[in-house]
């Protein structure tokens, strides 16, 4: 993913949720998540993006509507970084996704974990402090360029694109 604040990789966990990696990884190459928002951030919590129509309401996947969930209990939402469907109960998957941004153990069992960031966790902290209105939607626009799909590891161009963008972002400034 291609961002106005940075690139991030997301590896995919095919084995436990094929349907959820399949859904996001056909919409990322049909270019569904280009020029789409994150437009739910919350601090100390996670970002949560994917809806063409920024609300938070919207996303269909790409089965036609809404899929079930393949929730297992080899995955847990711990530590930062861990990629989820978003959805508004039980079997509701669409196109939207969350990145959590610490260890979040009570959404376990509720949402299907597709994947963990591969690369540009630094990209991911940073979306995870802009400020935000009393929605927890980003006071500036948090922007999604461009969503591409690997198969295998990510070229190493991209690899490096997202671990550069990283490094300056954390890194102190004389």
Known sequence: FETN???????????????????????????????VTFHRVIKDFMIQGGDPTGTGCGGDSIYGGKFEDE???NLKHTGAGVVSMANSGPNTNGSQFFITLKSTPWLD????IFGRIYSG??????????????????????LIHRALAFHGPPPLEQSS??????????????
Do not use: W
């Open 5 to 35: 604040i940075g690139s991030f990789v997301i590896e995919l966990y095919y084995r436990h949720a094929p349907k959820a990696c399949h859904n996001i990884s056909t919409l990322a190459e049909a270019g569904y998540y280009n020029d």
């Open 121 to 142: 966790m630094g990209v991911i902290q940073r979306m995870g402090l802009v400020a935000t209105d009393s929605e927890d939607r980003p006071k500036n626009p948090l």
């Open 71 to 73: 929730i297992t209990r």
């Open 161 to 174: 694109v997202a671990l550069r963008n990283t490094h300056e972002l954390t890194t102190p400034v004389a």
């Open 109 to 112: 069992g509720k949402h299907t």
